[in-house]
Structure formats: structure tokens, C-alpha cells
């Protein structure tokens, strides 16, 4: 059975610094994994997809990697702004899609 | 992009009544769509799998009875919370993916907040 974690569960940094949330999961047969964030009371955004075949994606000040033998991947949020705040959950696809438990990120201003 | 719009994004109705939540892909074709249940500082709960034209796949637990699900064309699902309980409120999310290409991302509704008073 497929299972997904996040480390840290919580996470506060000053702004301008850079971050690293870390996902793991315990089937590497997946066929993709998703980065996503939620602001409170609201639906999901999409910030990065990772097929299996890739290594990372980067879109802006995110970068996010996928080492699928190990069964881990990072998502990097450069310089950090208030604006970041929120919770950032992955998501694995095998037959089905899982979320891990997200990781709640406020930025100090 | 790609946009899923979910209907309504509130709703509180008494014990006893049936809710009807729609969701819709706006641009693009979803053969399958998702339901998720999110409780307060819980991760997202796979409820179902809805499948166009055919009957929906059920996570263990969701009574099927209760949590009503028809797909009925490829843009649009909706779930039917059957005579609610204050218990079944929470946070309910669609999500679809664009039945091509293959392996494409999933695309997520704003939520609805379901309060059964």
C-alpha cells in the first residue's frame, strides 16, 4: 500500500530565505508525482507535475526533484516571500492518487 | 490552463437533507473525475473515482449510498451528500485530469464547505 509522507509538518522561515519540503513515498511504481498548494479554505493549486522518466521541473522560484529509486522528492522554494505562505502537499499517481499530509509553510515578514 | 469549477463553494443545510455538488471541467474532456473529502488539518481523503458512463469506484469506508456520485458526460460530475448529518461536514474537493495525453496533471475545484446544522 502506498503511503506518503512530509516532512516537516510545519515550517516557519524569515523571508528571503530559501526552503527545501521534502515527500517520500513507499512504492517507487509511480507514474507521477505532483506538487500542490492550498490556501486555507480553498481548493488546490498546481505548482509542478513530475513524470517518472524526469528528474525535476522548475517553474519560477520553484524547483522540484524526483528521485523515484529512493522513493523521495523535494520541492525548493527560492527566496522566500509572505505571499508563499500556505500548505504545500505531493501527491504520487499509481493506480491511484495519493496525498501526503501536506507541510504548513508561513514566511515572516 | 486547464480550469475545474466546482459548485457551490458553500453550502449549509439541515440534518436530514441531500446536498448536490457539481463539478465541471471548463475546457477540457474528463473521463475520470475525483472526490476527496478534507477534515480541518488532515490531508485530502480519495472518496471515489467517477468514471463517464459507467458506475463509480468507491474508496473502503464511503458508503455508496450516501455519497451519490453521477457522471454523466465528460465535463461534468456531481456528488450527492444523501440525508446529511452534522458528521458529514467538511471540506469536499473535485479534481479531474484531461483524458488526453496520457499522464497528464490533475486539475482541482476551489472546494466546497459543507455545514450540516
Known amino acids: 500500500k502506498q503511503e506518503v509522507t512530509q516532512i516537516p509538518a510545519a515550517l516557519s522561515v524569515p523571508e528571503g530565505e530559501n526552503l527545501v519540503l521534502n515527500c517520500s513515498f513507499t512504492?517507487?511504481?509511480?507514474?507521477?508525482l505532483q506538487w500542490f498548494r492550498q490556501d486555507p479554505g480553498k481548493g488546490l493549486t498546481s505548482l509542478l507535475l513530475i513524470q517518472s522518466s524526469q528528474r525535476e521541473q522548475t517553474s519560477g522560484r520553484l524547483n522540484a526533484s524526483l528521485d523515484k529509486s529512493s522513493g523521495r522528492s523535494t520541492l525548493y522554494i527560492a527566496a522566500s516571500q509572505p505571499g508563499d505562505s500556505a500548505t504545500y502537499l505531493c501527491a504520487v499517481r499509481d493506480d491511484k492518487i495519493i496525498f501526503g499530509k501536506g507541510t504548513r509553510l508561513h514566511i515572516l515578514p | 490552463g486547464a480550469v475545474v469549477s466546482q459548485h457551490p463553494s458553500r453550502v449549509i443545510c439541515k440534518s436530514g437533507t441531500s446536498v448536490k455538488i457539481e463539478c465541471r471541467s471548463l475546457d477540457f474532456q474528463a473521463t475520470t473525475m475525483f472526490w476527496y473529502r478534507q477534515f480541518p488539518k488532515k490531508s485530502l481523503m480519495l472518496m471515489a473515482t467517477?468514471?463517464?458512463?459507467?458506475?463509480?469506484?468507491?474508496e473502503q469506508g464511503v458508503e455508496k449510498d450516501k455519497f451519490l456520485i453521477n457522471h454523466a458526460s465528460l465535463t461534468l460530475s456531481t456528488l450527492t451528500v444523501t440525508s446529511a448529518h452534522p458528521e458529514d461536514s467538511s471540506f469536499y474537493i473535485c479534481?479531474?485530469?484531461?483524458?488526453?495525453?496520457?499522464?497528464?496533471?490533475?486539475?482541482f475545484g476551489n472546494g466546497t464547505r459543507l455545514t450540516v446544522t
Open positions: 512504492d517507487s511504481a509511480i507514474y507521477n
Open positions: 467517477s468514471n463517464e458512463g459507467s458506475k463509480a469506484t468507491y
Open positions: 479534481s479531474a485530469r484531461d483524458s488526453t495525453p496520457t499522464n497528464s496533471p490533475l486539475h
